[in-house]
């Protein structure tokens, strides 16, 4: 199910990173924000139509995962919760909730950065994108700005600790 970059075409291997990069500035933001640095683009057509980042503490809400928020604007985009021929680009493996969204929202394809050791659900640590008893698949190809997006998470991580023994 998960299809490594080298097995892409060239343009789309570059698209691949295009997108990933504006994802990638997007966790950046929520880094900037408190938030843990993910980050999510939706793209049909060659068009992002749906942004977002992680809120959940800034929002008191533990569905606000940058995945959830970028399914949300692009649905407000289409007028349709359905995102049939769409892409979702986001930066860290999404968790069960988030992958539980993009099944129920039709999302055709998930790129994803880094691989999520403790809640990811594509693959890491469970892996519902191919489970058969479920009626939509989303194809997956992780691993598209790994070391970047893990380096993001790395540091982000590293400052809340050493922050939190300097007090």
């Given at each position: 199910?998960?299809?490594?970059?080298?097995?892409?075409?060239?343009?789309?291997?570059?698209?691949?990173?295009?997108?990933?990069?504006l994802?990638?500035?997007?966790?950046?933001?929520?880094?900037?924000?408190?938030?843990?640095?993910?980050?999510?683009?939706?793209?049909?057509?060659?068009?992002?139509?749906?942004?977002?980042?992680?809120?959940?503490?800034?929002?008191?809400?533990?569905?606000?995962?940058?995945?959830?928020?970028?399914?949300?604007?692009?649905?407000?985009?289409?007028?349709?919760?359905?995102?049939?021929?769409?892409?979702?680009?986001?930066?860290?493996?999404?968790?069960?909730?988030?992958?539980g969204?993009?099944?129920?929202?039709?999302?055709?394809?998930?790129?994803?950065?880094?691989?999520?050791?403790?809640?990811?659900?594509?693959?890491?640590?469970?892996?519902?994108?191919?489970?058969?008893?479920?009626?939509?698949?989303?194809?997956?190809?992780?691993?598209i700005?790994?070391?970047?997006?893990?380096?993001?998470?790395?540091?982000?991580?590293?400052?809340?600790?050493?922050?939190?023994?300097?007090?």
């Amino acid at each position: 199910m998960t299809k490594p970059s080298s097995q892409l075409s060239i343009n789309q291997e570059a698209k691949d990173l295009h997108y990933m990069q504006l994802a990638l500035a997007l966790a950046k933001q929520a880094a900037q924000a408190g938030e843990v640095p993910v980050g999510a683009i939706i793209v049909k057509n060659d068009v992002v139509i749906g942004r977002g980042s992680n809120a959940p503490i800034v929002r008191h809400d533990p569905t606000a995962h940058a995945e959830i928020a970028a399914i949300r604007d692009a649905s407000n985009y289409l007028k349709n919760y359905r995102l049939v021929d769409c892409t979702l680009y986001v930066t860290l493996e999404p968790c069960a909730m988030c992958a539980g969204a993009i099944q129920h929202a039709r999302i055709g394809r998930l790129v994803f950065g880094a691989h999520d050791p403790k809640t990811g659900a594509c693959g890491s640590v469970v892996n519902l994108m191919a489970e058969t008893k479920l009626n939509h698949h989303t194809s997956v190809t992780s691993g598209i700005m790994a070391a970047e997006c893990g380096a993001e998470l790395s540091t982000f991580f590293s400052a809340r600790r050493n922050s939190s023994t300097a007090k």
